[in-house]
């Protein structure tokens, strides 16, 4: 993050993972604990760690924590998965814990290893921006998803830092509302420009002119280049083609998933109808109706105009061992 007094968003501590609540955000900046696997789960199902990167890390911090506590890190690392099913990151996490000699000193590593993983999407992707360049984002893909800097939004603060002038459009992101919470106060805390918007608006921006590029995370990137991100993603994605806007997608090859061919393949998480009938806490609703609530969907990869990763920008979905286009 920009200042010194935000902490990561998730560290090991010893014999327990520190992590930012950011349930409360951004009403308050609050560290909590997770001294048991169990607490972890509900943390990370309750999404106060959230974002594809970051609780890839907390899937090996929590393997660490059952060893540590002497419990069977196998049974801990499949009541981690169980969280959240549509983040590939959650069990490639885990499975690098349990494949480890050490899975504590493995955990420690993926989070540095995240970080730098990260400034390298940044650098990597930065370019593709122009100076004065008015830009959407969807959901939240900056620090607070990754255990630090970020990937989609990462890669605007790395353009915003090289001195790139960019303002960014922030979808507020329903029903939990990632967005508004999230990117919103991070971009403020970065001096980055940025105004907020209600989802539907996202459109009328486009064909407003108004928008230059949409810049996006994932949490599941299939062998074909299919995007699963933050519901609403598809959306944006449509309206960039439609508009002929340039669409790009930010993550880290631990993301991608060569095991499914294409998205019709992945999970998508069903979360609870009382997230699209209540905001904070207050009911929007007539009690009684039915709500349906996916946590993600799907984007085609001929929708998508660039893949960015730690490794280049690739035009082309990239496979397990291609390296990015010159």
Request: aromatic share 4%; proline share 6%.
């Amino acid at each position: 993050m920009a200042s010194a007094d935000v902490p990561p968003t998730i560290a090991w501590a010893g014999d327990r993972i520190r992590l930012i609540d950011q349930r409360r955000l951004p009403a308050e900046l609050v560290v909590v604990e997770a001294t048991t696997v169990e607490e972890l789960c509900e943390y990370i199902a309750t999404l106060a760690v959230r974002g594809a990167p970051a609780i890839g890390v907390a899937g090996a911090m929590g393997v660490a924590l059952a060893v540590v506590r002497g419990e069977d890190p196998a049974a801990a690392g499949e009541r981690l998965r169980a969280t959240r099913p549509t983040a590939v990151n959650l069990g490639w996490g885990v499975d690098r814990a349990l494949g480890a000699a050490d899975p504590v000193a493995e955990a420690q590593r993926l989070a540095v290893d995240d970080v730098e993983r990260n400034r390298a999407i940044g650098r990597h992707g930065a370019p593709l921006f122009a100076s004065g360049a008015n830009v959407l984002t969807h959901c939240n893909t900056g620090a607070l998803a990754t255990v630090g800097w970020g990937t989609a939004l990462g890669v605007l603060r790395a353009a915003h830092e090289a001195g790139t002038r960019l303002h960014v459009w922030i979808d507020e992101t329903r029903p939990v509302l990632q967005g508004a919470r999230l990117t919103a106060w991070e971009c403020e805390r970065l001096g980055i420009p940025a105004t907020l918007v209600a989802d539907v608006m996202a459109a009328a921006l486009m064909r407003a002119g108004r928008v230059d590029a949409a810049i996006v995370g994932a949490d599941r990137i299939t062998a074909n280049g299919d995007v699963a991100n933050k519901i609403g993603t598809y959306a944006v994605a449509v309206a960039c083609h439609h508009h002929g806007i340039p669409f790009y997608v930010a993550a880290p090859r631990s993301t991608f998933d060569h095991t499914l061919p294409t998205g019709d393949a992945i999970e998508i998480e069903r979360r609870s109808p009382d997230e699209v009938t209540t905001i904070a806490g207050v009911r929007i609703a007539p009690e009684g109706i039915a709500a349906e609530n996916w946590a993600f969907d799907v984007t085609p990869a001929e929708l998508v105009t660039a893949w960015i990763t730690e490794d280049g920008v690739f035009r082309t979905p990239p496979g397990p061992d291609v390296a990015p286009a010159p």
